[in-house]
Structures are given as C-alpha cells and as structure tokens.
C-alpha cells in the first residue's frame, strides 16, 4: 500500500502541473482573407494578369477623349471682316454679312448652328450637360457595380452607353439634340474609369495593385494626347468627323470586352456564384483548383456586400455620412478656386 500511495504521489502532481499550463496542442491558423485565399491561387502578377490590366485599363483612352473632344467641336473659330471695320474682335455685333469665318462652318458646332450671337450659356450648354451628368450619373450607377451587374458589365455598360451617345451626335439636327446626347454621353462614362481601376486592381495579388492602377492614368494621358492628332487631321472637315473616329473605335472595343475581359473573382466569390468564381481562377493561374473549390471557402471576409444596394445608396450614404458631404464640398471648393 506504502508503495502504490508513493507512485500515485507523482501521477498527482503531474496532472496538477498538466492543469496549470496550457496543452500542447498546435494554436488554431487564423482564417484566411478572400484576398489572401484568391492571391494564393492567381499569384501577385502574370502574363495573363498584365494583358488583362491593359486592356481593361484601355477604356480610359475613350473616356479621355469624350471628355475634352468638346474643346475641339465646340471651338469658336477665328473670323475676318468682309467689309471695313473698325476691330476684328466685334465682328458679331456687325451685320451678318459684313463677316466671315476664317475656316469653314462645318468644322464647329458654333459656326454650323450660328453660335456667335448667343449668350454663353447656350454656347457652354453641351459641356455642362455632360460633366453635370458625370455627377449624376457617379451617384445613381456607382453602387451597381457592387450589387447586381458587377465590374465587368458595368464596365461594358458605360462604354456602350458613351459610344451609342458619340455615334447619335454625328446625326445631331441642331443644338438642343447635340445637348442631350452630351448629357447621355456623361452620365455613361460616369463610372467607366472607376470600374475599370477596380477590375484591374481586384485581378492582381495586393502587393502589384498600386503599379497596375497606374497604367489607367497613362492611358487616360494618351487618350488625352491623340484627341488633338485626330483633330488636326479632320481640321477642314466637319467636326461630326471627330465624334466618328472617337466613338466607332469605342464600340468595337465594347465587343472585345464582352469576349475576353473576366469578370472579378473576388466579386463573383462574394455574390455567390463560386463556379464562375473557380472558371476564372483557372484562366488566370496555372495552379489547378478542385472543381469542389471547397477550400475556396474557407475565408472570413468582413467587407462583405450587402444585398440591399441599389441605385441610390450612394446618395443615402452622402446623405448620411457627415464626412462624405464635407469632403464633397471641399473638392467642390478647390475645383471651382482653381478654375478662377
């Protein structure tokens, strides 16, 4: 008995000691992000990634364009006296005839439609109706790309609806209809540069995200740069010209995006639809993925998108978010300082 108290002594005392540390049992791995889970499998940045990005990040060249082809369509063109005056600057308060454009009237909606008299608003109507619709339009489709089209077919929404509106405006009667149709024309390329700065980042691993953003902004400079190329080569003929060779390229790339831009990964994992999900991974990695793609499941993603977007939750937000206003107000401020 003497003998089983002393070897149960020890038995005791280890389990008392086993008590007061902790097991030695491995600590539970920390659940990985949808990020990280989606990165492991597509890689930080690869060939397929980089022609993706290009030709994604190619719809800023015609956002570009629309945006300042108005400098060249909505010019007012040098003129000359036909008759003796006294200064070529107050030519249009001289009767109609005793004046003359220096070009030919076709290549300005101003000279074409008899601008010359009118009063500046009229003159500045089709750009403010497109960057007023820009706004607009930035607040009523942003939220769409989240919630129920997606960064792909928002992308390819706002290039059809720019394009359509560029292609319309060649047929233009008069200076109302070329209004409107700039209207249209802004409020489709709202988001256009947004959708594609997403798309591009979201197809890449986190860490090439801020090389690949760049290339938007270069091709939007380039966009910048061969609108005034192909205005001087249309320089004598009508400025519906300028509108064709803009807006006809716009639509054709439309057709490439539908065929071979894919769609984000990331947002097809968090909307549900994890068998486009998996068919995109495998076109841009190498690495095979379980048709199952049960692992693909395992992430905690905290920022997931609530299914009660819609048009208006980015005005309910600016609305709400007394932070939201005021940095609004305060862009607004600087934009209008720095036009003065």
């Given at each position: 008995m003497h003998m089983a108290d002393s070897t149960s002594t020890p038995l005791l005392s280890e389990s008392h000691s086993a008590d007061s540390e902790p097991p030695l049992i491995p600590k539970h791995l920390p659940v990985p992000s949808l990020d990280e889970t989606l990165e492991r499998y597509i890689g930080d940045f690869g060939w397929a990634q980089l022609f993706q990005a290009f030709l994604v990040s190619f719809a800023w060249v015609f956002d570009a364009q629309q945006t300042f082809i108005s400098v060249f369509t909505d010019a007012e063109l040098s003129r000359h006296c036909t008759e003796l005056c006294a200064s070529v600057s107050?030519?249009?308060?001289?009767?109609?005839?005793?004046?003359?454009?220096?070009?030919?009237?076709?290549?300005?909606?101003?000279?074409?439609?008899?601008?010359?008299?009118?009063?500046?608003?009229?003159?500045?109507?089709?750009?403010?109706?497109?960057?007023?619709?820009?706004?607009?339009?930035?607040?009523?489709?942003?939220?769409?790309?989240?919630?129920?089209?997606?960064?792909?077919?928002?992308?390819?929404?706002?290039?059809?609806?720019?394009?359509?509106?560029?292609?319309?405006?060649?047929?233009?009667?008069?200076?109302?209809?070329?209004?409107?149709?700039?209207?249209?024309?802004?409020?489709?390329?709202?988001?256009?540069?947004?959708?594609?700065?997403?798309?591009?980042?979201?197809?890449?691993?986190?860490?090439?995200?801020?090389?690949?953003?760049?290339?938007?902004?270069?091709?939007?400079?380039?966009?910048?740069?061969?609108?005034?190329?192909?205005?001087?080569?249309?320089?004598?003929?009508?400025?519906?010209?300028?509108?064709?060779?803009?807006?006809v390229p716009a639509l054709l790339y439309s057709f490439l995006v539908i065929f071979f831009v894919w769609e984000s990964p990331r947002w097809l994992m968090v909307r549900g639809r994890k068998e486009e999900a998996v068919a995109t991974l495998k076109s841009i990695g190498d690495v095979k993925i379980n048709s199952s793609f049960s692992d693909l499941m395992v992430f905690e993603e905290k920022e997931e998108i609530s299914t009660n977007l819609n048009m208006f939750s980015a005005i309910s937000i600016l609305l709400e978010k007394r932070w939201a206003m005021q940095r609004l107000s305060a862009v607004w401020e600087w934009s209008t300082m720095a036009c003065r």
């Open positions: 107050a030519v249009c308060r001289l009767p109609k005839g005793s004046w003359s454009w220096d070009r030919a009237a076709e290549t300005s909606i101003v000279s074409e439609w008899n601008l010359a008299r009118a009063d500046y608003f009229i003159k500045s109507l089709p750009a403010s109706s497109f960057f007023i619709e820009s706004m607009v339009g930035g607040l009523l489709l942003a939220t769409l790309a989240d919630s129920s089209l997606g960064r792909k077919n928002m992308l390819l929404l706002s290039c059809l609806l720019m394009s359509a509106a560029g292609i319309l405006t060649i047929f233009s009667p008069n200076h109302w209809i070329y209004s409107g149709l700039r209207f249209v024309s802004g409020f489709g390329r709202a988001t256009l540069g947004t959708c594609a700065l997403v798309l591009t980042t979201e197809l890449v691993g986190k860490r090439c995200r801020g090389q690949v953003g760049v290339i938007g902004f270069f091709l939007f400079t380039l966009g910048f740069l061969t609108l005034p190329v192909i205005a001087y080569l249309n320089r004598d003929s009508s400025w519906r010209y300028i509108y064709l060779w803009t807006s």
